[in-house]
């Protein structure tokens, strides 16, 4: 028995001594993240090099004129205008003529065939054909029916009763690329100048399966266009015109932002819509771990270039620049619904101070659980 409180006492005052040094080192436990004063005690410095911005419903539109960092901030898209009904015909196009004569002694026909075939004749570059009798004959630029007429009147002087029939197989320059994503990339020759995208990708195949968030190029005339996918099907005025030479690719759309801390994933995350706030990213990534996560703490990280830098008000005061949120509040979750993520932020959520204190109440739990088994021998 004597041994027994000797023992309970030696424990009492171990008990006693390691609780005054893990209240005392409490915030050197181990821990999945940082707490908010960790991460911003720098902002009290005489030299900080990083700019604290706490985001609120009065100051989001401020901050919704700061440049856009990570992309560009929009999706170019040409506007959509319709065209001729008929193709155009176009360098590189092949032309088949079939000429109808009943004279006689015509110079093209012979006496048993009233017509005379001239298939696979190439447009030059500079737009022309070559016809016998007639030499070089620009139809570049024109349709099939205005080329139909100009070769018939040409042949007037030579064969009066001529009658032209013209079928024209469209080359590169009237033809639409299909790069990449869809089910079956290649060359679609483009009917007439009414031809859309969406009816090109629905010829292709539709959008190769298993693309992310896809996103669709449009590269014309030497500049891209994108948009993403979901868009472009939503809305109808974006099913524009193709025009010939047009090159489409179907890729990823691969803007991304880092999510760690106390969160449900500590990972990249990639858009999953065009635009996405910091509460639908928090959504996004499992929200905040309950037993850990501080909501007052929610802080977005970004970078800045150095041109955007300004002292106006219509941009940041530094490169560096932590947004923070206090969850807690119904002004901090309206600013968070409102405030844009761009690409390459970073979302922390920081760790609750309460989670140190949590552990050495657990730690002292045990000591004391061990304690009380002691006391019964």
Known sequence: MIKGLVLVRYLVKTIQTVTLCLVLAA???????????????????????????????????????????????????????????????????????VIWDSQENSLLTSAMDKKVVLAGLTVSAGGTIFVPYLDEIQIGGQTPDQARRQLQTALKPIVPSAQV????????????????????????????????????????????????????????????????????????????????????????????????????????????????????????????????ANPKGVIVLRDYDTRQVRSDGRGPLMQQVVFTFDLTSADGLFAARGFQINPKDTVLATESPVTGVQTVVGLLGSLLGLAGRVNTF
């Open 165 to 292: 029939q013209v079928e024209l197989v469209p080359g590169r320059q009237n033809s639409a690329e299909l790069v990449a994503g869809v089910a079956r990339p290649g060359s679609y020759p483009l009917p007439d100048r009414n031809h859309t995208i969406l009816s090109v990708l629905a010829a292709s195949g539709g959008i190769a399966s298993g693309l992310r968030h896809p996103l669709v190029r449009l590269i014309r005339d030497g500049v891209t266009y994108e948009m993403r996918a979901e868009r472009l099907f939503a809305d109808a005025s974006r099913n524009i015109l193709l025009r010939g030479g047009d090159k489409i690719v179907v890729a990823e759309d691969n803007r991304y932002f880092t999510a760690l801390g106390a969160t449900g994933t500590e990972r990249l995350v990639y858009f999953e819509k065009e635009e996405i706030t910091a509460l639908e990213a928090l959504s996004v990534i499992g929200g905040l771990t309950d037993s850990r």
């Open 27 to 97: 915030c050197t436990l181990p821990r999945g993240a940082a707490v908010t004063g960790e991460i911003l005690h720098e902002k009290d410095s005489s030299t900080p090099t990083f700019q604290v911005m706490p985001v609120t419903r009065d100051n989001l539109p401020q901050i919704r004129t700061w440049p856009v960092t990570g992309w560009s901030g929009v999706y170019r898209w040409p506007e959509g205008t319709r065209g001729p009904d008929s193709p155009l015909v176009q360098p590189g196009d092949r032309v088949d003529l």
